[in-house]
């Protein structure tokens, strides 16, 4: 039964689920995006090596100390240089994103969501239902082209302070879905069964009966003494 089935099942008979560990994994999509990223980052790293040597080319015509800059080996050297460097970093790069990728896991637990990260140093944090403020859905210009989203979680601490997400369930497809899933669990475990006060007819009967006993005992003292006013007039 998927997420969404479960949902539309929850919503018409009106009742919450039972609080159950769920497992969430990000997409490969997600490992696309680093991926894409990384290539922008390339890209704009040589396009600025590029613009620095037209730059200094530029200069020597005006000053003769850059005239070397003018020179296509020394131009052609930078350039190689550049690229060799990014050959060795790239790879390297490429592995350590698809390492932090593959052992990120997510769990929502009956009362809390742990977010669990890293390679070398794996940090697991827990965000219990009881801290949590808000819960939103986020979707960025790379998340629209790979058709995943991220759900930020608020909690009380130091982000919800300063308005910034304590964690993030990133690469999920069905970012929408889970959400609503986490808010369920949520609902379920802040409810709690309206208690009405309670009526003063529901006391017992022999507490009720005493007190109309003393009151009775009271109105027939009064009497008296009425009665004994008047007949010693």
């Given at each position: 039964m998927t997420?969404?089935?479960?949902?539309?099942?929850?919503?018409?008979?009106g009742t919450y689920p039972p609080p159950k560990t769920?497992?969430?994994?990000?997409?490969?999509?997600?490992?696309?995006?680093?991926?894409?990223?990384s290539f922008i980052i390339w890209s704009a790293a040589m396009g600025a090596i590029i613009l620095i040597i037209m730059f200094f080319n530029f200069v020597a015509d005006f000053d003769n100390e850059f005239v070397f800059f003018r020179d296509p080996e020394f131009q052609l050297l930078i350039l190689t240089v550049a690229f060799v460097c990014s050959l060795i970093v790239m790879p390297v790069v490429l592995v350590l994103?698809?390492?932090?990728?593959?052992?990120?896991?997510?769990?929502?637990?009956?009362?809390?969501?742990?977010?669990?990260?890293?390679?070398?140093?794996k940090t697991v944090k827990y965000c219990p239902f009881r801290t949590i403020t808000n819960i939103s859905t986020h979707v960025g210009v790379f998340d629209r082209l790979f058709k995943i989203g991220c759900i930020n979680i608020q909690t009380a601490g130091s982000g919800g302070m300063?308005?910034?997400?304590e964690e993030k369930l990133e690469g999920l497809k069905v970012y929408?879905?889970?959400?609503?899933?986490?808010?369920?669990?949520?609902r379920y475990f802040t409810h709690t069964p309206?208690?009405?006060?309670?009526?003063?007819?529901?006391?017992?009967?022999?507490?009720?009966?005493?007190?109309?006993?003393?009151?009775?005992k009271e109105i027939k003292k009064e009497f008296t003494k009425i009665k004994r006013s008047d007949i010693n007039e």
């Amino acid at each position: 039964m998927t997420i969404q089935t479960q949902i539309t099942l929850i919503k018409g008979d009106g009742t919450y689920p039972p609080p159950k560990t769920r497992r969430i994994y990000p997409t490969n999509s997600l490992l696309w995006k680093y991926y894409l990223k990384s290539f922008i980052i390339w890209s704009a790293a040589m396009g600025a090596i590029i613009l620095i040597i037209m730059f200094f080319n530029f200069v020597a015509d005006f000053d003769n100390e850059f005239v070397f800059f003018r020179d296509p080996e020394f131009q052609l050297l930078i350039l190689t240089v550049a690229f060799v460097c990014s050959l060795i970093v790239m790879p390297v790069v490429l592995v350590l994103l698809t390492l932090y990728v593959r052992n990120m896991e997510f769990i929502v637990h009956g009362d809390e969501v742990i977010v669990k990260k890293g390679i070398i140093n794996k940090t697991v944090k827990y965000c219990p239902f009881r801290t949590i403020t808000n819960i939103s859905t986020h979707v960025g210009v790379f998340d629209r082209l790979f058709k995943i989203g991220c759900i930020n979680i608020q909690t009380a601490g130091s982000g919800g302070m300063t308005g910034a997400p304590e964690e993030k369930l990133e690469g999920l497809k069905v970012y929408s879905e889970i959400r609503e899933y986490i808010v369920l669990q949520l609902r379920y475990f802040t409810h709690t069964p309206t208690v009405l006060p309670k009526h003063d007819l529901d006391e017992p009967k022999g507490l009720f009966q005493k007190n109309i006993l003393t009151e009775l005992k009271e109105i027939k003292k009064e009497f008296t003494k009425i009665k004994r006013s008047d007949i010693n007039e």
